[in-house]
């Protein structure tokens, strides 16, 4: 029945409506540089969707849980027999996806008899020197996107456009962590709040935009933050370049970004 | 097999050999050249080591680090074959990075211990022709106990828990009587001592060493080398820098007639 060629496009196009359809519910994922690396946050309900990859590696997904653990493994076998057999430093994100997980999800996309990845992964790698981190966003059909400064993983492109678009208005030089924790917060409930009105609008994202207005107040979208985190859990990570010893992940623990996350924001984390 | 995290598990599937076994030779002596120690101190571990390296007769290098880091909480002294020691500190170091980022959790202490065992068991054959053998004292600090730990090997993989302290290395007949006079009959027993007194007694005791062992290095104020002392406490490993040595060597170590 895919022998015709067009059939084959078909059955692609299929795939990308279905997925598309399985992040609707999904919980977006933002990851943006601060003073002394990268910081990641999403909120996560019961699953962790941030993890340690490397000395200088660390994942944000979203999608399928069992799927994502897949490529999780894939990449930390990858890497650490990389860094073994060659050195830490030769462990890069670039090389991580592009001869590693992206030719992988890809694949798995493209055979219509079986089932694809349910994953949209982001990639961060603190550099060696400051100034040199790299983000990659990798979409389920294995397309990778690379960044310098910030990155969102969202339900669909617009609602992501418009995250990064918030990310670059609010920060104009490198900030604090403290400042990072507030920004990457509410840009994650900016993206949250639009897939949800997207959803609603069952006609589907199919629009460039979402036409949310470009000055968004903080305060709204704290507003929201508290509709929706109060069963769930804030979880943040660091790859920060102060940490002592080759590991530089650090996963924050919710005392410190009780302390970290803005006074106004009137979440009392559990 | 992903799901046990074991790297050298992974590893051996990918072809790896470690502690290749070698046509045995004559039954050779096993060289240990060099000083190791590690005792418990009032705050956790102090864990230090001599910095020669030699081959028979001929010092090789004067900058050796032998007491090795492997992770945040625990490092490996070493006393044997270098090659085959910094390649079982490589093998460790990913081990216990695999398995924390795969299981999502740190590996035990005790499940550390058994993995320097486990190399040590597959080096024997390396280690009874001549060509191989490691003898490491392992220190750490162990969550599960909230205490420090010392436990020494021998060639064959068998762990022994130094309680008080542990040596290693052809030096170290001269400074194991040395610890136990000084744990037994001392002003206070080791375990008692505040951290710089305890690194004067290791400076000491390194000295000691090197005194009667020609394969351990002592301090060369000269090119300002002092040994590699590094202390474990919950906080994790902390090396003690040279200037501080210096400073300890000079005013506690050096006898002024």
């Known amino acids: ?270 | 097999m992903g799901m046990q995290g074991d790297f050298y598990q992974l590893l051996k599937e990918q072809g790896y050999q470690f502690g290749a076994s070698v046509a045995a030779g004559e039954g050779r002596e096993f060289m240990t050249a060099t000083t190791i120690l590690a005792f418990k101190y009032r705050d956790g571990v102090l864990v230090a080591g001599d910095r020669r390296a030699t081959a028979g007769n001929m010092v090789m290098y004067d900058r050796t680090d032998k007491v090795l880091e492997i992770d945040r909480h625990s490092v490996m002294a070493i006393a044997g074959v270098p090659a085959t020691a910094y390649e079982m500190v490589r093998v460790l170091e990913h081990s216990f990075k695999y398995y924390r980022r795969t299981q999502l959790q740190e590996l035990s202490f005790e499940g550390k211990l058994r993995a320097v065992s486990k190399l040590l068991k597959d080096n024997v054959a390396a280690a009874l022709s001549g060509t191989g053998a490691v003898v490491p004292v392992f220190a750490g600090y162990d969550f599960q106990q909230e205490a420090a730990k010392i436990y020494f090997y021998d060639i064959l993989g068998a762990e022994f828990e130094g309680v008080e302290y542990a040596v290693s290395g052809s030096g170290s007949p001269t400074i194991r009587g040395i610890l136990h006079y000084l744990n037994t009959w001392g002003e206070r027993p080791l375990a008692a001592l505040a951290e710089e007194e305890a690194a004067i007694q290791a400076l000491r005791l390194l000295t000691s060493a090197a005194e009667f062992d020609s394969a351990t290095g002592g301090v060369n104020r000269e090119s300002n080398l002092y040994p590699i002392i590094k202390l474990i406490t919950q906080d994790g490993v902390r090396v003690m820098p040279d200037d501080q040595l210096k400073r300890l060597f000079e005013s506690k170590v050096v006898r002024h007639v």
């Not at chain 1, 022998?3 to 795939?15: I, L, T």
């Not at chain 1, 990858?78 to 590693?100: C, I, L, Q």
């Not at chain 1, 694809?116 to 996107?145: C, H, M, R, W």
Request: charged share 25%; proline share 4%; hydrophobic share 40%.
């Open chain 1, 1 to 270: 029945m895919y022998e015709e060629p067009y059939k084959w496009v078909e059955a692609v196009g299929n795939r990308r409506q279905y997925l598309d359809e399985q992040f609707k519910q999904g919980s977006p994922v933002v990851a943006l540089t601060y003073d002394s690396g990268i910081l990641l946050l999403t909120v996560s309900k019961g699953t962790p969707k941030l993890y340690e990859i490397y000395d200088r590696l660390a994942l944000g997904g979203m999608g399928h849980p069992a799927d994502l653990e897949k490529l999780r493994f894939s990449l930390l076998e990858m890497a650490h027999v990389e860094g073994f057999n060659r050195s830490p430093s030769d462990v890069t994100g670039g090389r991580m996806v592009k001869y590693g997980i992206a030719p992988v999800i890809k694949q798995a996309f493209e055979e219509v008899f079986k089932a694809p990845f349910i994953v949209k992964i982001l990639l961060a790698e603190l550099g060696q020197k400051a100034g040199k981190e790299s983000l990659l966003v990798i979409n389920y059909d294995g397309t990778f996107e690379e960044s310098a400064h910030c990155a969102v993983l969202a339900a669909s492109k617009p609602v992501e456009r418009d995250m990064v678009a918030y990310l670059k208005q609010q920060v104009s030089t490198l900030p604090s962590l403290e400042q990072a924790c507030g920004i990457a917060l509410r840009a994650w409930a900016l993206g949250d709040r639009l897939q949800r009105k997207t959803g609603e609008n069952t006609s589907g994202p199919s629009h460039e935009t979402t036409q949310e207005p470009a000055a968004v107040d903080a305060a709204s979208l704290y507003a929201h933050l508290r509709d929706t985190v109060a069963e769930k859990t804030i979880e943040c990570a660091l790859l920060d370049r102060s940490q002592s010893g080759s590991s530089k992940y650090r996963a924050v623990t919710s005392e410190e970004l009780g302390r970290l996350l803005p006074k106004d924001i009137g979440i009392v984390l559990s």
